[in-house]
Protein backbone atom coordinates (compact mmCIF):
# COMPACT_ATOMS: atom_id res chain seq x y z
CA UNK A 1 0.00 0.00 0.00
CA UNK A 2 2.98 2.86 1.03
CA UNK A 3 4.62 1.41 -2.74
CA UNK A 4 1.83 1.83 -4.21
CA UNK A 5 0.98 5.91 -2.66
CA UNK A 6 5.21 6.78 -3.15
CA UNK A 7 4.51 5.58 -6.79
CA UNK A 8 1.58 7.52 -7.84
CA UNK A 9 2.87 11.01 -5.65
CA UNK A 10 6.26 10.52 -7.76
CA UNK A 11 4.46 9.96 -11.10
CA UNK A 12 2.37 13.10 -10.44
CA UNK A 13 5.07 15.29 -8.93
CA UNK A 14 6.83 14.76 -12.14
CA UNK A 15 3.81 15.56 -13.87
CA UNK A 16 2.52 18.53 -11.94
CA UNK A 17 6.39 20.20 -12.40
CA UNK A 18 5.61 19.89 -16.30
CA UNK A 19 2.13 21.17 -16.62
CA UNK A 20 3.23 24.28 -13.70
CA UNK A 21 5.77 25.03 -16.25
CA UNK A 22 3.64 25.43 -18.91
CA UNK A 23 1.08 27.21 -17.12
CA UNK A 24 3.58 30.20 -15.85
CA UNK A 25 4.75 29.85 -19.90
CA UNK A 26 1.45 30.84 -20.50
CA UNK A 27 1.05 33.47 -17.65
CA UNK A 28 -1.77 31.43 -16.44
CA UNK A 29 -3.78 32.56 -19.37
CA UNK A 30 -6.55 30.12 -20.26
CA UNK A 31 -7.07 30.61 -23.57
CA UNK A 32 -2.93 30.66 -24.20
CA UNK A 33 -3.12 27.38 -22.22
CA UNK A 34 -5.89 25.92 -24.64
CA UNK A 35 -4.44 27.01 -27.23
CA UNK A 36 -0.61 25.30 -26.98
CA UNK A 37 -3.10 21.44 -27.74
CA UNK A 38 -4.30 23.84 -31.06
CA UNK A 39 -2.52 20.57 -32.99
CA UNK A 40 -0.83 17.00 -31.80
CA UNK A 41 -2.96 17.54 -28.50
CA UNK A 42 -2.60 14.01 -28.17
CA UNK A 43 0.77 13.79 -28.53
CA UNK A 44 1.58 16.73 -26.06
CA UNK A 45 -0.94 15.54 -23.62
CA UNK A 46 0.91 11.71 -23.49
CA UNK A 47 4.90 13.81 -24.02
CA UNK A 48 4.04 15.06 -20.47
CA UNK A 49 4.90 11.73 -19.32
CA UNK A 50 8.36 11.75 -20.26
CA UNK A 51 9.60 15.19 -20.90
CA UNK A 52 11.16 16.92 -18.15
CA UNK A 53 10.62 20.38 -17.10
CA UNK A 54 10.57 22.72 -14.49
CA UNK A 55 9.26 25.96 -13.92
CA UNK A 56 10.50 28.48 -12.26
CA UNK A 57 9.93 28.70 -9.05
CA UNK A 58 8.26 31.83 -7.62
CA UNK A 59 6.15 32.28 -4.55
CA UNK A 60 3.41 31.37 -6.44
CA UNK A 61 4.16 28.53 -7.62
CA UNK A 62 5.48 26.91 -4.51
CA UNK A 63 2.19 27.95 -2.71
CA UNK A 64 0.52 26.17 -5.89
CA UNK A 65 2.69 23.26 -5.55
CA UNK A 66 2.28 22.55 -2.22
CA UNK A 67 -1.17 22.86 -2.34
CA UNK A 68 -1.21 20.14 -5.07
CA UNK A 69 1.04 18.06 -3.41
CA UNK A 70 -1.05 18.31 0.05
CA UNK A 71 -3.84 17.15 -1.60
CA UNK A 72 -2.97 14.43 -3.89
CA UNK A 73 -0.86 13.04 -0.75
CA UNK A 74 -4.70 13.02 1.16
CA UNK A 75 -6.37 11.47 -1.57
CA UNK A 76 -3.76 8.95 -2.52
CA UNK A 77 -4.20 7.79 1.06
CA UNK A 78 -7.67 7.49 0.92
CA UNK A 79 -6.96 5.54 -2.57
CA UNK A 80 -8.33 7.90 -5.35
CA UNK A 81 -5.36 7.72 -7.26
CA UNK A 82 -7.01 8.61 -10.24
CA UNK A 83 -7.95 11.45 -9.00
CA UNK A 84 -5.24 13.23 -7.99
CA UNK A 85 -3.79 13.41 -11.48
CA UNK A 86 -6.74 16.08 -12.18
CA UNK A 87 -5.76 18.32 -9.36
CA UNK A 88 -3.19 19.37 -12.07
CA UNK A 89 -5.64 21.48 -13.66
CA UNK A 90 -8.09 22.10 -10.93
CA UNK A 91 -5.52 23.59 -8.78
CA UNK A 92 -3.73 26.42 -10.87
CA UNK A 93 -7.12 27.47 -11.81
CA UNK A 94 -8.69 27.84 -8.60
CA UNK A 95 -5.32 30.12 -7.01
CA UNK A 96 -6.49 32.39 -10.51
CA UNK A 97 -9.45 33.40 -7.88
CA UNK A 98 -7.00 35.33 -5.44
CA UNK A 99 -4.66 36.26 -8.53
CA UNK A 100 -7.49 38.00 -9.71
CA UNK A 101 -8.31 39.85 -6.67
CA UNK A 102 -4.98 41.04 -5.80
CA UNK A 103 -4.24 42.17 -9.75
CA UNK A 104 -7.25 44.29 -9.74
CA UNK A 105 -5.81 46.36 -7.08
CA UNK A 106 -2.47 46.19 -8.06
CA UNK A 107 -3.85 47.74 -11.43
CA UNK A 108 -5.77 50.52 -9.45
CA UNK A 109 -2.46 51.36 -7.41
CA UNK A 110 -0.61 51.91 -10.67
CA UNK A 111 -3.00 53.91 -12.37
CA UNK A 112 -3.29 56.38 -9.37
CA UNK A 113 0.49 56.95 -9.24
CA UNK A 114 -0.23 57.36 -12.82
CA UNK A 115 -2.53 60.17 -12.85
CA UNK A 116 -0.40 61.84 -10.19
CA UNK A 117 2.03 62.84 -13.11
CA UNK A 118 0.29 65.19 -14.78
CA UNK A 119 2.93 66.63 -17.34
CA UNK A 120 4.12 62.82 -18.16
CA UNK A 121 3.69 62.15 -21.78
CA UNK A 122 3.13 58.99 -22.53
CA UNK A 123 3.55 56.94 -25.86
CA UNK A 124 1.59 53.68 -25.99
CA UNK A 125 3.16 50.91 -28.74
CA UNK A 126 1.16 48.15 -29.61
CA UNK A 127 1.09 45.65 -32.74
CA UNK A 128 0.97 41.98 -33.40
CA UNK A 129 5.25 42.67 -34.12
CA UNK A 130 7.50 45.40 -33.90
CA UNK A 131 6.57 46.26 -30.89
CA UNK A 132 10.08 45.99 -28.77
CA UNK A 133 12.33 47.09 -31.50
CA UNK A 134 10.18 50.09 -31.73
CA UNK A 135 10.14 51.01 -28.37
CA UNK A 136 14.14 50.08 -28.17
CA UNK A 137 14.49 52.30 -31.41
CA UNK A 138 12.40 55.63 -29.73
CA UNK A 139 13.95 55.51 -26.64
CA UNK A 140 17.52 55.47 -28.09
CA UNK A 141 16.34 58.37 -30.36
CA UNK A 142 14.38 59.90 -27.83
CA UNK A 143 17.55 60.66 -25.39
CA UNK A 144 19.67 62.33 -27.60
CA UNK A 145 17.42 65.21 -27.25
CA UNK A 146 15.97 64.57 -23.77
CA UNK A 147 18.52 62.63 -21.65
CA UNK A 148 18.11 58.55 -20.63
CA UNK A 149 17.31 60.07 -17.33
CA UNK A 150 14.04 61.97 -17.94
CA UNK A 151 12.95 58.82 -20.20
CA UNK A 152 10.87 55.55 -19.02
CA UNK A 153 10.23 52.59 -20.53
CA UNK A 154 8.94 49.55 -20.22
CA UNK A 155 11.62 46.80 -19.45
CA UNK A 156 11.42 43.09 -21.81
CA UNK A 157 8.34 41.20 -21.37
CA UNK A 158 7.30 43.99 -19.34
CA UNK A 159 4.06 45.06 -21.75
CA UNK A 160 1.45 43.14 -19.59
CA UNK A 161 -0.95 44.87 -17.60
CA UNK A 162 0.87 43.75 -14.41
CA UNK A 163 4.33 44.30 -15.90
CA UNK A 164 3.65 47.61 -16.88
CA UNK A 165 1.95 48.27 -13.46
CA UNK A 166 5.19 47.23 -12.08
CA UNK A 167 7.06 49.51 -14.03
CA UNK A 168 4.80 52.69 -12.74
CA UNK A 169 4.95 51.49 -9.68
CA UNK A 170 8.95 49.93 -9.31
CA UNK A 171 10.67 52.76 -11.80
CA UNK A 172 8.73 55.80 -12.61
CA UNK A 173 9.70 58.89 -10.60
CA UNK A 174 8.94 62.72 -11.08
CA UNK A 175 12.52 63.19 -13.18
CA UNK A 176 10.58 61.19 -15.66
CA UNK A 177 9.02 63.42 -18.71
CA UNK A 178 8.68 60.73 -21.05
CA UNK A 179 7.09 57.12 -20.82
CA UNK A 180 7.58 54.53 -24.19
CA UNK A 181 5.04 51.87 -22.95
CA UNK A 182 5.00 48.87 -25.29
CA UNK A 183 1.57 47.24 -25.04
CA UNK A 184 0.68 43.86 -25.32
CA UNK A 185 -3.45 41.22 -25.09
CA UNK A 186 -4.68 38.22 -25.79
CA UNK A 187 -7.97 39.16 -26.02
CA UNK A 188 -10.31 42.27 -26.47
CA UNK A 189 -10.41 45.28 -23.76
CA UNK A 190 -6.95 44.14 -23.45
CA UNK A 191 -5.19 47.26 -24.78
CA UNK A 192 -7.71 49.72 -23.50
CA UNK A 193 -7.22 48.15 -20.24
CA UNK A 194 -3.47 49.64 -20.70
CA UNK A 195 -4.56 52.80 -21.33
CA UNK A 196 -6.85 53.48 -18.74
CA UNK A 197 -3.79 53.19 -17.00
CA UNK A 198 -0.89 55.08 -18.42
CA UNK A 199 -3.16 57.59 -20.75
CA UNK A 200 -1.43 57.69 -23.60
CA UNK A 201 -1.14 60.87 -26.03
CA UNK A 202 0.81 59.01 -28.39
CA UNK A 203 0.11 56.06 -30.13
CA UNK A 204 2.28 54.13 -32.65
CA UNK A 205 0.59 51.13 -34.45
CA UNK A 206 3.58 48.75 -35.51
CA UNK A 207 1.70 45.87 -37.26
CA UNK A 208 -1.28 43.57 -37.18
CA UNK A 209 -1.46 39.68 -38.07
CA UNK A 210 -2.30 36.50 -37.17
CA UNK A 211 -0.01 36.33 -34.00
CA UNK A 212 -2.50 35.07 -31.15
CA UNK A 213 -5.36 34.65 -32.68
CA UNK A 214 -5.97 31.25 -31.35
CA UNK A 215 -6.79 33.36 -27.75
CA UNK A 216 -8.33 36.24 -29.70
CA UNK A 217 -10.71 33.77 -31.75
CA UNK A 218 -10.87 36.25 -34.93
CA UNK A 219 -8.73 38.16 -37.05
CA UNK A 220 -11.30 40.97 -36.74
CA UNK A 221 -10.95 40.74 -33.09
CA UNK A 222 -7.14 41.30 -33.25
CA UNK A 223 -7.64 44.67 -35.28
CA UNK A 224 -10.32 45.91 -33.19
CA UNK A 225 -8.01 45.27 -30.06
CA UNK A 226 -5.04 46.83 -31.11
CA UNK A 227 -6.83 49.82 -32.66
CA UNK A 228 -7.97 50.56 -28.88
CA UNK A 229 -5.01 52.26 -28.32
CA UNK A 230 -6.17 54.69 -31.29
CA UNK A 231 -9.62 55.14 -29.38
CA UNK A 232 -7.76 56.24 -26.03
CA UNK A 233 -6.21 58.90 -27.16
CA UNK A 234 -7.33 62.48 -26.48
CA UNK A 235 -8.37 64.52 -28.86
CA UNK A 236 -5.55 66.13 -29.59
CA UNK A 237 -3.17 63.00 -29.48
CA UNK A 238 -1.31 61.74 -31.92
CA UNK A 239 -1.46 58.30 -34.08
CA UNK A 240 1.11 56.56 -36.27
CA UNK A 241 0.63 53.85 -38.65
CA UNK A 242 3.13 51.32 -40.27
CA UNK A 243 2.14 52.02 -44.01
CA UNK A 244 3.73 48.70 -44.77
CA UNK A 245 1.05 46.40 -43.12
CA UNK A 246 -2.17 46.42 -44.93
CA UNK A 247 -4.47 46.06 -41.84
CA UNK A 248 -2.44 49.82 -40.14
CA UNK A 249 -2.57 51.34 -43.52
CA UNK A 250 -6.86 50.66 -43.82
CA UNK A 251 -7.16 51.89 -39.92
CA UNK A 252 -5.33 55.17 -40.71
CA UNK A 253 -7.84 55.42 -43.85
CA UNK A 254 -10.76 55.07 -41.19
CA UNK A 255 -9.14 57.60 -38.54
CA UNK A 256 -10.59 61.00 -38.15
CA UNK A 257 -7.82 63.83 -38.22
CA UNK A 258 -8.32 65.96 -35.48
CA UNK A 259 -7.31 69.11 -33.96
CA UNK A 260 -3.46 68.22 -34.18
CA UNK A 261 -3.51 66.39 -37.44
CA UNK A 262 -4.11 62.79 -35.45
CA UNK A 263 -3.12 60.56 -37.95
CA UNK A 264 0.42 59.74 -39.48
CA UNK A 265 1.79 56.97 -42.25
CA UNK A 266 5.66 55.97 -41.72
CA UNK A 267 7.94 53.35 -43.05
CA UNK A 268 7.22 53.56 -46.89
CA UNK A 269 11.02 53.92 -47.58
CA UNK A 270 11.52 50.72 -45.62
CA UNK A 271 13.90 48.47 -48.17
CA UNK A 272 13.63 45.44 -46.00
CA UNK A 273 11.05 43.53 -43.27
CA UNK A 274 11.75 45.44 -40.09
CA UNK A 275 12.98 48.64 -41.20
CA UNK A 276 9.99 50.60 -40.54
CA UNK A 277 10.06 49.89 -36.97
CA UNK A 278 13.20 52.50 -37.06
CA UNK A 279 11.19 54.90 -39.75
CA UNK A 280 8.22 54.88 -36.97
CA UNK A 281 10.24 55.82 -33.89
CA UNK A 282 12.06 58.46 -36.24
CA UNK A 283 8.53 59.89 -37.20
CA UNK A 284 7.41 59.96 -33.94
CA UNK A 285 10.79 61.74 -32.47
CA UNK A 286 10.41 64.65 -35.12
CA UNK A 287 6.99 65.27 -33.98
CA UNK A 288 7.89 65.46 -30.83
CA UNK A 289 10.32 68.20 -31.97
CA UNK A 290 13.76 67.06 -32.74
CA UNK A 291 15.79 67.89 -35.18
CA UNK A 292 16.72 65.81 -38.60
CA UNK A 293 20.47 66.29 -37.60
CA UNK A 294 19.74 65.11 -34.17
CA UNK A 295 17.82 61.96 -35.11
CA UNK A 296 20.37 61.66 -37.43
CA UNK A 297 23.12 61.43 -34.90
CA UNK A 298 21.03 59.10 -32.62
CA UNK A 299 20.44 56.75 -35.57
CA UNK A 300 24.21 56.28 -36.13
CA UNK A 301 24.08 54.73 -32.28
CA UNK A 302 22.09 52.50 -33.04
CA UNK A 303 24.89 48.78 -33.68
CA UNK A 304 21.75 46.58 -35.50
CA UNK A 305 19.43 48.26 -37.61
CA UNK A 306 17.34 45.58 -38.97
CA UNK A 307 14.83 44.68 -36.13
CA UNK A 308 14.46 41.26 -33.89
CA UNK A 309 17.74 39.14 -36.42
CA UNK A 310 21.51 39.14 -35.52
CA UNK A 311 24.33 38.41 -37.73
CA UNK A 312 26.91 36.50 -35.72
CA UNK A 313 29.30 34.32 -37.24
CA UNK A 314 29.04 30.41 -36.23
CA UNK A 315 31.30 27.43 -36.29
CA UNK A 316 33.24 26.78 -39.59
CA UNK A 317 32.78 30.03 -41.12
CA UNK A 318 29.25 29.98 -41.18
CA UNK A 319 26.90 33.39 -40.62
CA UNK A 320 24.15 32.92 -38.64
CA UNK A 321 21.51 35.27 -38.08
CA UNK A 322 19.63 34.90 -35.15
CA UNK A 323 16.00 35.86 -34.56
CA UNK A 324 15.69 33.97 -31.61
CA UNK A 325 14.10 36.54 -29.96
CA UNK A 326 10.65 35.74 -31.20
CA UNK A 327 8.59 34.97 -34.07
CA UNK A 328 5.40 35.47 -35.91
CA UNK A 329 4.12 35.03 -39.68
CA UNK A 330 5.29 38.38 -41.19
CA UNK A 331 9.07 38.27 -39.56
CA UNK A 332 9.57 34.45 -41.01
CA UNK A 333 8.13 35.22 -44.44
CA UNK A 334 10.46 39.02 -43.88
CA UNK A 335 13.59 37.57 -42.89
CA UNK A 336 13.38 34.85 -45.62
CA UNK A 337 13.35 37.54 -48.30
CA UNK A 338 15.93 39.77 -47.05
CA UNK A 339 18.29 36.29 -47.26
CA UNK A 340 17.20 35.75 -50.55
CA UNK A 341 18.81 38.59 -52.06
CA UNK A 342 22.28 37.60 -49.85
CA UNK A 343 25.22 34.94 -51.58
CA UNK A 344 25.61 31.45 -50.51
CA UNK A 345 23.24 28.63 -49.51
CA UNK A 346 20.48 29.02 -47.25
CA UNK A 347 19.14 26.67 -44.08
CA UNK A 348 16.45 27.80 -41.57
CA UNK A 349 16.14 26.12 -37.96
CA UNK A 350 12.64 26.92 -36.57
CA UNK A 351 9.58 25.41 -34.55
CA UNK A 352 6.14 25.31 -35.96
CA UNK A 353 4.69 28.86 -34.84
CA UNK A 354 1.88 28.31 -32.11
CA UNK A 355 -1.40 29.81 -31.32
CA UNK A 356 -2.52 30.41 -35.14
CA UNK A 357 -5.80 29.33 -34.38
CA UNK A 358 -7.66 28.46 -37.59
CA UNK A 359 -4.81 30.35 -39.89
CA UNK A 360 -2.53 28.06 -38.86
CA UNK A 361 -2.69 25.59 -41.69
CA UNK A 362 -2.64 28.33 -44.26
CA UNK A 363 0.42 30.24 -42.97
CA UNK A 364 2.12 26.86 -42.39
CA UNK A 365 2.06 26.08 -45.86
CA UNK A 366 3.07 29.60 -47.45
CA UNK A 367 5.78 29.63 -45.14
CA UNK A 368 6.53 26.19 -46.64
CA UNK A 369 6.26 28.30 -50.36
CA UNK A 370 8.96 30.65 -49.21
CA UNK A 371 11.47 27.94 -47.59
CA UNK A 372 11.26 26.24 -51.22
CA UNK A 373 11.71 29.69 -52.71
CA UNK A 374 15.13 30.33 -51.00
CA UNK A 375 16.38 27.84 -48.91
CA UNK A 376 18.24 24.50 -49.36
CA UNK A 377 17.85 23.24 -46.30
CA UNK A 378 14.58 23.76 -43.36
CA UNK A 379 14.84 21.72 -40.33
CA UNK A 380 11.85 21.94 -38.49
CA UNK A 381 12.16 21.27 -34.51
CA UNK A 382 8.18 20.26 -33.38
CA UNK A 383 5.68 18.37 -35.28
CA UNK A 384 2.73 20.07 -34.65
CA UNK A 385 2.55 21.90 -38.36
CA UNK A 386 4.94 20.57 -40.06
CA UNK A 387 3.04 18.36 -42.96
CA UNK A 388 1.88 21.72 -43.78
CA UNK A 389 5.58 23.57 -44.01
CA UNK A 390 6.73 20.20 -46.15
CA UNK A 391 3.58 20.87 -48.53
CA UNK A 392 5.18 23.39 -49.45
CA UNK A 393 8.81 23.25 -48.51
CA UNK A 394 8.62 19.43 -50.35
CA UNK A 395 11.71 17.68 -49.82
CA UNK A 396 13.61 20.73 -48.59
CA UNK A 397 12.20 20.34 -44.80
CA UNK A 398 13.05 17.78 -42.22
CA UNK A 399 11.72 16.92 -39.32
CA UNK A 400 14.55 16.50 -36.55
CA UNK A 401 13.29 17.53 -32.74
CA UNK A 402 17.02 16.53 -30.67
CA UNK A 403 19.46 19.05 -30.50
CA UNK A 404 22.08 16.88 -30.85
CA UNK A 405 20.61 15.24 -34.45
CA UNK A 406 20.35 18.96 -35.85
CA UNK A 407 23.74 20.31 -34.73
CA UNK A 408 24.79 16.69 -36.70
CA UNK A 409 22.95 17.47 -39.62
CA UNK A 410 24.53 21.05 -39.68
CA UNK A 411 28.24 19.57 -39.43
CA UNK A 412 27.50 17.02 -42.36
CA UNK A 413 25.16 19.55 -44.84
CA UNK A 414 26.99 23.38 -44.20
CA UNK A 415 30.34 24.68 -45.09
CA UNK A 416 32.02 28.34 -44.67
CA UNK A 417 29.83 30.50 -46.63
CA UNK A 418 26.87 28.89 -46.07
CA UNK A 419 23.97 31.06 -43.86
CA UNK A 420 21.66 29.77 -41.00
CA UNK A 421 18.43 31.46 -39.81
CA UNK A 422 17.52 30.46 -36.54
CA UNK A 423 13.52 31.79 -35.64
CA UNK A 424 11.74 30.98 -32.75
CA UNK A 425 12.31 29.12 -29.66
CA UNK A 426 15.15 27.00 -31.22
CA UNK A 427 16.79 24.57 -28.60
CA UNK A 428 19.63 26.75 -26.37
CA UNK A 429 21.76 23.40 -26.54
CA UNK A 430 22.13 24.02 -30.37
CA UNK A 431 22.79 27.32 -30.26
CA UNK A 432 25.40 27.10 -27.86
CA UNK A 433 26.90 24.68 -30.14
CA UNK A 434 26.72 26.89 -33.37
CA UNK A 435 28.45 29.59 -31.81
CA UNK A 436 31.27 27.24 -30.57
Known sequence: MAILIIFNLLIFTKLLLFWLWLWQLKEYHLGRFFAHFEAQAFRKIISSFWRIKYPKFTKKIIVILLASLSLAFILAIKGYYLYIYFLIIFVPLVFQIPTVLWRKRYLNK????????????????????????TKEFLYTILAEKFGKEKILKTKEHQNSEVGISQCILSDLTAEHEIFICEMGAYGRGGIKL?????KPKIGILTGINEQHMATFGSLKNIIKTKYELIESLPKDGIAFFNTKNKYCLELYQKTPQRSLGLSFLYGAEARVFGEENLLGAMAAAKKLGMTEEEISRAVSKIKNKLPGIQSRKGINGITIFDATYSANPDSVIGHLEYLEALPGRKIIIMPCLIELGKASVEIHRKIGKKIAEVCDLAIITTKDRFQEIKEGAGEKAILLENPKEIFEKIKSFCKSGDIILLESRVPAQLIKQLFL
Open 110 to 133: AKKKRESFKNLLVIGITGSYGKTS
Open 194 to 198: LCDIV
